[in-house]
């Protein structure tokens, strides 16, 4: 998804708020009219300021209603009618709930008509504030803003029909850089050079070995990848079908997470984070304090890792080694000295099969670096890895580059999320797991997202923390 789409669909939900307050002040003005008072005198007695106390609330409660029918998910080539008749259901069900809420309550309010005139209100401004929207994302992608970059692979008849529909209605957002009549690994190079967000995959006649290597190319390289319906007879996980140029198009997404999951799952991350931070202050000054006091400075150690899309950024942790034997860059040529102990230290005390390593009885570690170690003392400074956006506070976990030159083409799903400090391999066996067990929960974790899925990893992690682990 295109940062652009976000930040529109984060805009919808106060324009639509907005909207709903309008059409409560015009239904309320409306109602003193003198054709609406000749038809029928007003029996109430409520000002402009007390109704608008009422309405505020109103309005918020609207808002989850539209949320929950999912008024809010992005579907960019869904057509108008369509996202007006979801307004229209959307505003009919809020007024049932209005209704609901006065024969329960049995509120004193004697106007029908404010009650049904708001709701007429309400899906003119709400249909209004979308066909704005809609008419402000057309400009932007006329004018070359927040296009997706596509290369459509299939038959010629079909790609240069979607070719020309495209080109020739800038609105839906798309810009088409190349076609090509079939897929092969000599295309991969060239694919990579023009940075593009999805393939359209229209070949009814290909391959299945074809259509596979060309998907495999696109999670390698964390792009979109979209075919015809008529491609593939089989289903994913996280499935989409659209009709584009009126021809049906079905993407298979990595996760569920998008739209506002993403959101929710960054809001999530940066309140939890901060939460954390602040609770747990005393405990980060203490610990930094005895770090300094046992081994000197650096107290943060910077470890290079992997994070999502491939990106590298250096996760903060308490070092918990001796200076002269930490490595990485921030260290210098002791760094490069500590890799050569450090690999042969992983031939004779290495306790994991696979790409990654674990030392059993590390005699690098300091005395209180086992400690904060064994109580994972030394991951809390990730939480600001967290508030910079480099990490989740779940998600798969975070390996190191050398790690992932090894396995990166075999599992490059586990970097569709942003890593995180806990997830479901940590909670499920720790530092116990073998590397398959690991990526097979991390792939897990990120096909079947949920938001109260991280709640519950997230809730358990301190549990899990005073088991022991194997390798320290």
């Not at 998907?215 to 390698?220: K, L, S, V």
């Not at 990730?382 to 910079?388: A, C, G, R, S, T």
Request: aromatic share 12%; glycine share 6%.
């Amino acid at each position: 998804m295109k940062r652009s789409e976000v930040i529109l669909m984060v805009l919808q939900v106060p324009l639509d708020f907005l909207m709903l307050i309008l059409a409560g002040i015009s239904a309320y003005y409306l109602r003193f009219t003198d054709w609406a008072i000749d038809m029928k005198p007003v029996v109430f007695e409520m000002s402009i300021f007390e109704f608008m106390d009422v309405m505020i609330w109103v309005a918020l409660g609207w808002i989850v209603i539209f949320a929950i029918l999912n008024l809010y998910s992005i579907d960019p080539n869904r057509k108008f009618a369509r996202d007006l008749a979801r307004v229209v259901f959307a505003c009919s069900v809020g007024l049932a709930a209005i209704a609901v809420y006065i024969v329960f309550t049995q509120q004193l309010f004697d106007s029908r008509f404010l009650v049904a005139a708001g709701w007429g209100f309400a899906v003119f401004y709400v249909g209004l504030g979308r066909f704005v929207m809609r008419g402000i994302k057309s400009l932007l992608y006329r004018g070359g803003i927040g296009l997706r970059r596509i290369v459509i692979i299939g038959s010629e008849e079909i790609a240069n029909n979607v070719t020309n529909v495209l080109k020739r209605r800038r609105e839906l957002g798309y810009d088409v850089v190349a076609t090509f009549g079939q897929y092969s690994k000599k295309l991969d190079t060239e694919l990579k050079a023009m940075h593009i967000n999805e393939i359209i995959f229209t070949n009814p006649r290909a391959d299945e070995e074809e259509a596979l290597a060309a998907m495999q190319f696109c999670n390698q390289n964390h792009i979109v990848f979209k075919y015809s319906a008529d491609v593939f007879a089989t289903y994913s996980a996280n499935m989409s079908v659209t009709a584009l140029a009126g021809v049906p198009i079905v993407e298979l997404r990595r996760t569920s997470l998008d739209g506002w999951g993403r959101v929710g799952k960054r809001i999530f991350d940066i309140i939890v984070s901060i939460l954390v931070i602040v609770l747990l202050s005393p405990i980060l000054l203490i610990a930094a304090l005895i770090i300094l006091l046992e081994t000197g400075r650096p107290i943060i150690y910077k470890n290079e890792r992997v994070g999502i899309r491939g990106r590298r950024f250096f996760t903060f942790k308490f070092r918990s080694m001796y200076k002269e034997d930490s490595t990485g860059p921030q260290f210098g040529k002791d760094g490069e000295r500590a890799e050569e102990k450090e690999q042969l230290l992983i031939k004779k005390q290495n306790s994991k099969k696979g790409p990654i390593y674990k030392i059993q009885d590390d005699p690098r570690v300091t005395r209180f670096g086992r400690f904060i170690r064994r109580w994972s003392v030394d991951e809390l400074p990730q939480f600001f890895n967290v508030i910079k956006g480099e990490m989740s506070i779940v998600g798969p976990r975070p390996h190191q580059p050398r790690e992932v030159e090894k396995y990166e083409k075999r599992y490059p799903i586990v970097f569709t999320l942003k890593p995180g400090i806990t997830g479901l391999a940590q909670i499920s066996g720790r530092s116990d797991l073998s590397f398959e067990e690991e990526m097979k929960l991390d792939i897990l974790y990120t096909e079947r997202w949920s938001l109260l899925q991280d709640v519950v990893i997230f809730i358990k992690t301190p549990f899990i923390v005073f088991k022991k682990r194997k390798a320290l």
